[in-house]
Nanobody, 121 residues
């Protein structure tokens, strides 16, 4: 399974960004995809998660501002995508945002390389 994130960048405080993550490979047994973030000097934390039956969880700090969603598309292979719409961003949310996928059937957990989100004026 490969996870590739996109959509990071520089945004002003109060602004919005949309992150996307595409999962490819052996994806049919993935049950949950999520976004985590890690700010400098801090531990990685869960931002939001979504299951294949659309059970969603948000960190308290992002409820009402962030929205996670998912879709699946097919070209020559099937791909899962998970998106994170982030609104009203603050400087404290500057971090590397990582995509995560959990596959309990194979007892595997996968991580993307991360995408930098910088909130600064």
């Amino acid at each position: 399974v490969q996870l590739v994130e996109s959509g990071g960048g520089l945004v002003q405080p109060g602004g919005s960004l949309r992150l996307s993550c595409e999962a490819s490979g052996r994806i049919f047994t993935i049950t949950t995809m999520a976004w985590y973030r890690q700010a400098p000097g801090k531990q990685r934390e869960l931002v939001a998660s979504i299951s294949v039956d659309d059970e969603i969880h948000y960190a308290d700090s992002v409820k009402g501002r962030f929205t996670i969603s998912r879709d699946t598309f097919q070209d020559t292979n099937y791909h899962h995508r998970v998106h994170l719409q982030m609104n009203s961003l603050s400087a404290e949310e500057t971090a590397v945002y990582y995509c995560n996928a959990v596959d309990p059937y194979y007892s595997e957990e996968y991580w993307g390389r991360g995408t930098q989100v910088t909130v600064s004026s």
